[in-house]
């Protein structure tokens, strides 16, 4: 099993481009979530899934979006990039709510905006 | 004030060493602790689940108390592979996971 899957590992955009983060996971999880994780900050929570077909905001969503595709695949969207969302951005999984069960982490995508 | 506090460190000790990170959270509401181990350039991976009786896990030891709303960790015996920056985390109710910024730890021979 390749756990949850993160593509692309780099990628350096100008301002105003957009792009999608691809996130999948082959665990059967129920829940997915996109973090990003700045230098002094921890990894805050952008947006959530708690199952297939529903997605919420977390704590820091605006300038984003996201598409629960299906099961397995979860999908983070930036519209007009920004030097502020320069960061490193991370997928998780887990069983069930977080409350409950260990989150399983992709190896991260970072992100460059100019 | 963050809702997850911990001393950013870099905490530098010797080999065998016995260090303790401490990480206050500001939500009563909080149910459920964990600490989370990141290597450099790498995923966070859940290094052990705090429990409000307290748990060990072979060198490591995590407390919860609820009262004065902090969490520790406990590594005994430091080896060099325990290297790494330990990240503390608080879940609210439903999704709301918050983790702290992180302790770096630097293991050295």
């Known amino acids: 099993n390749a756990g949850v899957t993160q593509t692309p590992k780099f990628q350096v955009l100008k301002t105003g481009q957009s792009m999608t983060l691809q996130c999948a996971q082959d665990m059967n999880h129920n829940s997915m979530y996109w973090y990003r994780q700045d230098p002094g900050m921890g990894l805050r929570l952008i947006y959530y899934s708690a199952s297939e077909g529903t997605t919420d905001k977390g704590e820091v969503p605006n300038g984003y979006n996201v598409s629960r595709l299906n099961k397995r695949e979860f999908s983070l969207r930036l519209e007009s990039a920004a030097p502020s969302q320069t960061s490193v951005y991370f997928c998780?999984?887990?069983?069930?709510?977080?409350?409950?069960?260990?989150?399983?982490f992709g190896p991260g995508t970072r992100l460059t905006v100019l | 004030r963050k809702e997850v506090e911990q001393d950013p460190g870099p905490f530098n000790v010797p080999e065998g060493a016995t260090v303790a990170f401490n990480c206050t959270y500001s939500n009563s509401a909080s149910q459920s602790f964990f600490w989370y181990r990141q290597d450099c350039r790498k995923e966070p991976k859940l290094l052990m689940s705090v429990y409000s009786s307290g748990n060990e896990d072979g060198r490591f030891t995590a407390q919860l108390n609820r009262a004065s709303q902090y969490i520790s960790l406990l590594i005994r015996d430091s080896k060099l592979s325990d290297s790494a920056t330990y990240l503390c985390?608080?879940?609210?109710?439903?999704?709301?996971?918050?983790f702290g910024a992180g302790t770096r730890l630097f293991v050295k021979a």
């Open positions: 998780a999984s887990s069983e069930l709510g977080t409350s409950v069960s260990e989150q399983f």
């Open positions: 985390v608080a879940l609210g109710v439903g999704f709301k996971t918050i």
